[in-house]
């Protein structure tokens, strides 16, 4: 089986030095001939994956963070080629939703271990996604994050706050299953996956082969209501918050009265005032766990922390 394994060399804050050597130990013995290739800029990912659907490889494994698994995926879509993800990044939404740990060895060990899967992707305007696609306050925060020279929670948190202390609400109309609506909203969240990453779980309820979307609506709250929205997020309860409104669905169009910022997978990007979005079903191949536990609101993302904890904690011994 031939693969070929794009590393993004400064994905995340940890050193991608010997990642090489250890995947192909690890794989070489399982049947993989792999081929390893370093992105140098944006896009780079994609041209890399492409290559490789071209060439009719088995497999691209990714080593980055959303980002670069984007970037790899947007290629593989459609093809037999199967995405593995070695999860290297600072959120790493997509592979928390689909079970992969966010270790880099138990991360090499799914693709050993599994067997690809089909899940959905989704596109907005012809561009696609895969956990998440906002507009509003959170796409806000993703511009603010992408400016900051360092990476990693705690800078991400502090372009939220930074962000939410002059952030003012926007008018959208959305129109789906039949229906349209006309809201003054926080942040609008068409979801393919249950987070963000680095465990804020927009949609705990998402399912990711299920041919639907879930939509989240932060309606325009005052501070403290708002700030709980957050809170809720963390601990996976954010569907009974008394500012959410949800659905599912296909496809969808949303409208605003400008062009403006947008975020897809957490990555800032400028699009036009009419937004066509729509669901592509089981159209992705990926290495991934068959089945995960049900989602519960606050043991799931305590149990999450508690392997970032344990993960963190490993780190600092083997320094």
């Not at 093809?79 to 991360?107: F, K, M, Q, W, Y």
């Not at 963190?312 to 320094?319: G, I, P, Y």
């Amino acid at each position: 089986m031939k693969a070929r394994l794009i590393i993004n060399p400064i994905s995340g804050t940890a050193s991608k030095a010997g990642l090489d050597g250890y995947v192909i130990d690890t794989l070489s013995p399982a049947g993989w001939d792999i081929e390893t290739t370093y992105t140098q800029c944006h896009g780079d990912a994609t041209r890399l994956a492409r290559e490789a659907v071209e060439l009719g490889y088995d497999a691209v494994f990714a080593a980055g963070g959303d980002g670069t698994v984007n970037e790899t995926a947007d290629a593989l879509c459609g093809s037999d080629t199967a995405l593995g993800i070695i999860p290297c990044g600072s959120g790493n939404g997509l592979a928390r939703h689909l079970g992969i740990p966010i270790d880099v060895r138990e991360g090499v060990k799914v693709i050993h271990d599994e067997s690809p899967r089909c899940i959905d992707y989704a596109t907005v305007n012809g561009l696609k996604f895969f956990c998440t696609f906002g507009v509003g306050f959170d796409a806000a925060v993703s511009a603010a994050f992408a400016e900051k020279k360092r990476r990693g929670k705690f800078t991400y948190l502090q372009s939220t706050f930074q962000t939410y202390a002059h952030y003012e609400p926007e008018l959208y109309t959305i129109t789906a299953n039949g229906q349209r609506i006309t809201e003054k909203a926080f942040l609008v969240a068409v979801c393919n996956a249950s987070q963000y990453g680095n465990n804020a779980y927009i949609a705990p309820s998402a399912t990711i082969d299920d041919g639907l979307l879930d939509v989240t609506i932060i309606h325009a709250g005052n501070t403290l209501s708002t700030a709980l929205v957050g809170f809720d997020m963390l601990i996976g309860n954010i569907e009974r918050n008394m500012l959410i409104h949800t659905f599912r669905t296909p496809s969808l169009t949303i409208k605003r009265s400008n062009p403006g910022a947008a975020h897809l997978d957490g990555e800032p990007l400028q699009l036009d005032d009419t937004l066509e979005i729509k669901c592509h079903h089981r159209r992705l191949k990926v290495f991934a766990p068959d089945s995960l536990p049900p989602f519960k609101p606050f043991l799931t993302p305590a149990s999450a922390m508690l392997a970032d904890l344990k993960l963190a904690v490993n780190k600092l011994f083997q320094k």
